[in-house]
């Protein structure tokens, strides 16, 4: 159980991360959308993994203590932890000498990543939780 | 003859000394300068300052400061604040595109200069009274001081305990002749 739970966490890590790079280099090459000086690939990358091993934690312990409803309970827990957790970037208070016109774009294009991470380990569930 | 020249010359001397008053000094801002407010809880600078620098230690009385912030430069590091600084519950951008400040006076402080006069924010005017430190190095100078806008006289904002009804304002402005 606890080693299905860790494979899920890194699988989904790692390619939320490698979703996440692909859309912020997307963005940066295409559009110029380019927010590196304050958000590095690095951190997106922790930031990745840090919340599937936390979700794969919280998954774990409700099954756990709560054989029944654990799972139900999970998944409301987390959709409202994945809304909550928007209002990081639009409360984001970027350097004062940021350019005007991307600290407007900044909420919505780090909103977009928050999903990023949450969709994947969610895709990956069933794989690993059969 | 000789009993003309002597009071001729001093009518002359008199006349071109009216002239000679000291001329007063006229400063260009330049693009380094950092206009900043802050508070416990709201910060930010503004980004465009023009205006005319007239300064000169020596005349303080023909001194005079004329300057304007454009208020749709302000940034405060976060794009849905920097739009709600702009409406008309803050400083009204559409109405009132700049902050103005003209001095009426310059006073000899004792760490630089008060510069008095009209600050114009949302078309509320308010005599001001601006401590300043005057720094010059040859042919550049600078101009730095802090001080304080209580925000209700100016009607920015409505009254809540979020944003503090004071926000401190420092600006460095340097100039060059």
């Known amino acids: 159980m606890f080693k299905k739970s860790f494979f899920h966490s890194i699988s989904a890590g790692l390619i939320s991360s490698i979703a996440c790079y692909l859309y912020v280099s997307i963005l940066r090459d295409e559009f110029m959308y380019d927010f590196s000086e304050v958000l590095s690939i690095s951190n997106v990358v922790g930031a990745c993994f840090f919340s ?14 709560l054989p029944k409803m654990g799972d139900i309970l999970f998944h409301v827990f987390f959709a409202v932890i994945v ?42 569930k069933p794989i690993f939780n059969k | 003859m000789k009993k003309v020249i002597y009071p001729a010359l001093a ?43 007239l300064f000169n230690e020596k005349d303080l009385a023909s001194s005079k400061f004329d300057l304007e912030v454009k208020v749709s430069s302000i940034s405060t590091g976060n794009g849905m604040m920097n739009k709600k600084a702009l409406s008309k519950e803050w400083f009204d951008a559409a109405q009132f595109s700049a902050i103005k400040f003209i001095s009426s006076k310059i006073e000899k402080s004792d760490k630089g200069y008060a510069i008095i006069g009209d600050l114009t924010i949302k078309g509320t005017k308010k005599y001001t009274k601006i401590p300043t430190v005057y720094k010059q190095n040859g042919s550049e100078a600078s101009f730095t001081g802090v001080f304080y806008v209580k925000r209700s006289v100016f009607n920015l904002g409505s009254a809540s305990d979020a944003v503090p009804d004071v926000l401190k304002v420092e600006f460095s402005v340097p100039v060059s002749k």
């Open chain 1, 52 to 65: 599937c091993i936390l979700a794969s934690i919280f998954h774990t312990l409700a099954n756990h203590f």
């Open chain 1, 83 to 124: 809304f909550a957790s928007l209002l990081g970037p639009m409360l984001f208070k970027l350097p004062l000498d940021f350019d005007k016109d991307l600290t407007l774009i900044f909420p919505t294009y780090a909103m977009v990543l928050h999903f990023f991470p949450a969709l994947i380990w969610l895709t990956l």
């Open chain 2, 11 to 53: 009518v002359v001397l008199m006349l071109t000394s009216a002239f000679m008053s000291v001329t007063n000094q006229e400063w260009k801002i330049k693009d380094d300068y950092s206009i900043k407010f802050t508070s416990k809880d709201l910060s930010g600078i503004f980004k465009e300052f023009s205006g005319e620098i």
